[in-house]
């Protein structure tokens, strides 16, 4: 007799800088989701899809839980998370070995209860002492009624069948929802605007305050390859010479790395225009979050 299959949603959570982009496209076996040294780099849900001969996953890479910034940005963020994890069959609450703090704490309150909740303790190959482990682990198991724990390392792939495993048997039995060539429902723009994005936040993420999103206004392929419009919307006039650098140069070094990446990923030559605009108080305006694209 033929096996069943399964298919679900999997919500990947947990404090910034844990590994939770890692994760999934370590799992996923593609880079859709950018992944950086900095806290909170993901501010979007993202689907990506694996499918196996018996199952497919489709997870949820939720943005960082917010505790540090006010306003609506923040409260949607959180409400993003929570809607997550009503919505998903599987939760994995990813930690990191051997480091537990209060941001980890403050997600614990949104875990479902019950047998769909995993503990995904990650960078398992970055601890030094592995004994401290069981310890570790135990004083996380009391706090939370996990369905399983799993230590692994997404930068190695240390465990992942194991993990993947776990979850496959919390999956409901269903068809696949998702073509099995999808890589992510979000589209090749998104990620596009998501290189240029994470440019910004390594090169000059710590001078920027809160709020800059990157809008693709332009997308026109012919027979030398794409031309990409894409413009970076920003806060205040005085954000504009922190984007820019001495004489351009930090724009230049941003389009130029962005433009790199987006070869790569399209397989194709890329002309990236990178301009910026200023759009007073939007990171703490819903409606105008909306309309960039956040909801
Ligand atoms: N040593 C080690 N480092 C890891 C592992 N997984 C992720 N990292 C590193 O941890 C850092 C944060 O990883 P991300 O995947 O961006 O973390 P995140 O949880 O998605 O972060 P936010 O987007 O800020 O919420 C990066 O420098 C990763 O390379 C792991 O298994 N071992």
Same mark, same amino acid.
């Given at each position: 007799m033929s096996q069943a299959f399964h298919c679900g949603f999997v919500a990947i959570v947990g404090r910034?800088?844990?590994g939770k982009s890692t994760l999934a496209n370590t799992l996923i076996g593609s880079k859709i989701s950018i992944v950086s *040294?900095? &806290?909170? /780099? #993901? *501010?979007h849900r993202i689907h990506g899809v694996l499918t196996r001969e018996h199952e497919q996953f489709v997870f949820v890479d939720t943005p960082g839980f917010q505790t540090r910034h006010g306003g609506a940005m923040n409260r949607m963020m959180n409400r993003v998370v929570t809607q997550a994890l009503a919505d998903v069959d599987v939760v994995l609450h990813v930690v990191e070995a051997g480091k537990w703090s209060a941001g980890d704490a403050q997600l614990l309150p949104l875990l479902p209860k019950g047998d769909k909740t995993l503990l995904v303790v990650n960078k398992v190959d970055a601890l030094? +002492?592995?004994?401290a482990m069981f310890a570790y682990v135990s004083k996380i198991m009391a706090l939370h009624p996990y369905a399983a724990v799993v230590p692994v390392s997404a930068l190695r792939g240390v465990q992942l069948e194991n993990l993947l495993g776990e979850v496959a048997k919390r999956l409901p039995e269903g !068809? &696949?929802?998702?073509? /099995? !060539?999808?890589? /992510? +429902? *979000?589209?090749v723009r998104f990620i596009a605007a998501e290189l240029v994005r994470e440019k910004i936040f390594r090169l000059v993420g710590d001078e920027l305050p809160y709020g800059c999103t990157v809008v693709i206004e332009q997308w026109e392929e012919n027979d030398k390859g794409v031309r990409i419009a894409a413009c970076i919307v920003v806060e205040? !006039? #005085?954000h504009k010479p922190i984007l820019l650098g001495t004489g351009g140069a930090h724009m230049k070094r941003i389009a130029s790395e962005a433009r790199q990446d987006m070869e790569k990923l399209l397989d194709k030559s890329v002309f990236l225009d990178v301009y910026i605009k200023v759009r007073k108080g939007w990171s703490d305006r819903e409606g105008a979050l909306r309309e960039l694209g956040y909801e």
């Open positions: 910034p800088n844990v *040294r900095k &806290a909170q /780099t #993901t *501010r030094k +002492d592995k004994n !068809e &696949a929802m998702f073509d /099995t !060539e999808a890589l /992510t +429902d *979000r589209s205040r !006039e #005085t």
